[in-house]
């Protein structure tokens, strides 16, 4: 099924997430996969599309540079992103996923970002404890504005 406006079901099971896949395209139109971190926005963008931010964070990463990962080069040059928020079960009836395909960018902390970037964090923060020692202020976050919702079988909450 295709939309572009998620239910409450599907916002529920994207919140409860505590991980989902990125993928961002190289220049070499391969698809590059990343786990990542994310949170989904409290509130829809202007236009009514969901929002979802992924840190740049301090976990060990191939590159030293933010702006020198993979997934951060990619969305630079094509700004399609997908992430891809599952979950897996024994019991295949629990089986379920929603994919949000949309545009990435690099939502920087700039004086004309700065305020997004600041909610943005407080997000992530309250999901991931772990963050709080993070230095994430000084770093670009991801942000993807939601075009196309897919999902698939059971997101009920888990029991």
């Known amino acids: 099924m295709e939309d572009t406006i998620l239910t409450a079901t599907e916002q529920a099971f994207i919140a409860s997430a505590r991980r989902a896949v990125l993928a961002t395209i190289r220049p070499d139109g391969e698809p590059r996969l ?6 989904l926005a409290d ?6 599309r969901a929002v979802v931010y992924s840190p740049v ?12 990962l993979g997934r951060v080069r990619d969305l ?6 997908t992430l891809l928020v599952d979950r897996w079960s024994e019991d295949w009836a629990r089986l379920g996923w929603v994919r949000l395909t949309g545009r990435g960018r690099l939502l920087e902390p700039e004086p004309h970002e700065r ?3 600041a909610a943005a964090l407080e997000m992530l923060r309250l999901k991931y404890p772990q ?4 230095d994430l202020e000084t770093r ?19 029991d």
Do not use: M, N
């Open 34 to 39: 990343v786990p990542v971190c994310f949170v």
């Open 43 to 48: 509130a829809a963008d202007d236009l009514g």
């Open 57 to 68: 964070d301090e976990k060990p990463k191939a590159s030293l540079d933010p702006r020198g």
């Open 76 to 81: 630079l040059v094509l700004p399609s992103a």
């Open 115 to 117: 305020a997004e970037h």
């Open 131 to 134: 963050y709080a020692t993070h």
């Open 140 to 158: 670009p976050i991801i942000r993807i504005t939601i075009d196309r919702i897919q999902r698939w079988g059971d997101l009920s909450p888990d």
